[in-house]
């Protein structure tokens, strides 16, 4: 099981974060991914910079590939994600990934478009993958119906066409995804839900590599990591529809009020205990997952990375 490093957008400054991601290949980070956001989960996070910009820089001054997690159809026209998705795969072959899901409100609202039904924004991302396939493929591509694409076509062309992979959280998803995917990415849950969530997709003919992010709490004290914890992530524990439908920062973290520590450590593995990161790990590999993507949610990576790189990561070194 390879381990990667999770850039996140929405709460590092991109700036500081391109210093980081360069920071966790020198500390033995085999890979990389991030957020892409137009709006963070929190006031406390405050940031949110373009994630294309930064992929461009990112793999531009490392050797780690990388993915993002990006939603077409709304805000993201398909056709001008085909370009940029097919931009990078030129620039850097086979070093590029996307994942593409129906997004959330908190990043979509913006255009002023109604926010749609989830059957709705599901049917419409099928409909964005099938377009920026194509379009990926060198067709010009003419197409009617929850998007609308008039003659479009990439000129610049990729080779290898960077994979396009399927985010899910739960099981129905994942089975649905695998129509199309060329790998999984999915986000921490407990145990069982992850080994039902990758049997659901396996089972419905997935193929390609199963990578999980995991949210986690580390620091030199039990009390120190509960504290980064609450204090960055409270307002990232909702599940679906909260999470996918809710609209303004200012609402995530009047909610988040109302989230105590033993709340945030169901979603994030809290623990000063190293030893207890390496067996955490070691469930996913059991699990059957290929890559796993460590997120630290506190805003600052420098001592996480060090010390994952010196401590953690050598036990899983092919």
């Known amino acids: 099981m390879r381990i990667g490093f999770h850039a996140s957008h929405e709460q590092i400054s991109p700036r500081q974060l391109l210093a980081d991601v360069q920071h966790a290949e020198r500390a033995g980070f085999a890979m990389a991914m991030c957020s892409d956001h137009l709006a963070p989960w929190s006031t406390r996070q405050g940031h949110s910079g373009y994630a294309w ?24 026209h398909p056709a001008v994600h085909a370009q940029r ?60 119906g929850l998007v609308t694409v008039d003659r479009a076509r990439v000129w610049e062309r990729a080779d290898p066409a960077p994979l396009l992979v399927g985010p899910a959280v739960s099981v129905a998803s994942a089975a649905r995804v695998a129509r199309w995917a060329d790998g999984l990415v999915t986000v921490s849950q407990p145990v069982d839900t992850l080994r039902r969530v990758l ?14 992010q995991v949210h986690l709490s580390w620091a030199p004290t039990q009390e120190e990591a509960q504290r980064v914890a609450h204090e960055q992530w409270r307002t990232n524990v ?19 009020e109302q989230v105590g520590p033993e709340a945030v450590a169901r979603s994030v593995r809290v623990s000063a205990d ?8 070691q469930e996913y590999a059991e699990l059957g997952f290929d890559d796993v993507y460590l997120h630290f949610v506190g805003q600052e990576q420098e001592r996480f990375l060090d010390t994952f790189g010196e401590h953690v990561l050598p036990d899983f070194q092919p």
């Open 85 to 144: 998705i097919a931009t990078l795969g030129q620039m850097f072959p086979g070093r590029f990934w996307v994942a593409l899901g129906s997004g959330e409100n908190a990043n979509e609202h913006v255009t002023g478009q109604p926010w749609p039904a989830k059957e709705v924004r599901t049917r419409r991302l099928e409909e964005s993958v099938d377009v920026i396939r194509r379009l990926l493929a060198g067709e010009e591509v003419t197409h009617d």
């Open 199 to 212: 049997t659901a997709y396996r089972d419905a003919g997935g193929a390609g590599t199963a990578a999980l």
């Open 53 to 76: 910009a930064w992929l461009g820089a990112a793999l531009a001054t490392t050797g780690l590939s990388f993915g993002t997690v990006s939603a077409p159809g709304q805000r993201y």
């Open 238 to 256: 909702f599940g679906e529809p909260v999470n996918w439908d809710t609209a303004t920062v200012d609402a995530f973290d009047v909610m988040g």
């Open 274 to 281: 190293l030893g207890q990161h390496r067996a955490w790990l």
